[in-house]
């Protein structure tokens, strides 16, 4: 069957190392994957986008890479901060047609 | 420029009501999704519009309906609630086209609870 998975347990982290959480995939071969945030109560963010003919994307703190051959992609925060807490979601659009299938989410605490 | 609107923030409701959502996308964006947050399931898609026509369509039951204005606005509509649609509805606003890839600007949901 077609899915998404990402860790499904809390990934604690301390302050000023490097977080890294995983999106893995089957049965797709998306053009890109998209990365968001989204906090307690509140919607999803976009932070980055990765093309599948992109190795590393690069925003800020935030790296993304994207292995098609793996169907995997990492998403690293560096220098983590307590304000980076939150829950992370990776996402596709299998078929181009803007209806991303998404991951349950990692969620992702920094501790000081 | 103003981010995505929804309306009501927070709603109770009880089983066999009918409730209406609505949503501002933001100026310019042409597409509006909607999807259904709930612990379990995570995010799931409900349906896409585009210029007032309904491009995608998401796994669910008939019960749950949107359109889309000639301004852009959306609303969803679910019928005859039952306890399972107790969930964080949330709308996100895109391009839509072009070279649009598909990157999301969502509000900041609406929560909706069924006793």
């Known amino acids: ?112 | 420029k103003a981010g995505v609107t929804q309306t009501p923030r927070y709603l109770i409701k009880t089983r066999g009501q009918q409730v209406t959502l609505s949503c501002s996308p933001i100026s310019g964006h042409r597409s509006v999704s909607w999807y259904q947050q709930t612990p379990g399931q995570g995010l799931q898609f409900l349906f896409e519009y585009f210029s007032e026509t309904q491009r995608n369509k998401g796994n669910f039951p008939g019960r749950f309906s949107g359109r889309q204005f000639s301004n852009s606005r959306s609303e969803m509509n679910v019928s005859t609630l039952e306890l399972g649609d107790s969930a964080l509805y949330l709308c996100a606003s895109s391009l839509g086209q072009g070279v649009d890839t598909g990157e999301l600007f969502f509000g900041e949901g609406s929560r909706l609870t069924v006793l």
Do not use: M
């Open chain 1, 1 to 112: 069957s077609q899915k998404i998975e990402q860790n499904s347990e809390a990934l604690n982290i301390q302050e000023g190392k490097t977080a890294t959480l995983t999106c893995n995939y089957t049965n797709y071969s998306p053009a890109y994957l998209q990365w968001y945030r989204q906090d307690p109560g509140r919607g999803p963010v976009f932070l980055l986008l990765i093309r599948e003919n992109e190795k590393e994307k690069r925003k800020e703190r935030l790296k993304v890479t994207f292995d098609t051959t793996l169907k995997q992609s990492l998403f690293h925060i560096t220098a983590s901060q307590p304000a980076d807490s939150a829950t992370y979601l990776c996402a596709l659009d299998p078929s181009g047609n803007y209806q991303l299938i998404w991951g349950a989410g990692t969620k992702l605490i920094i501790k000081p």
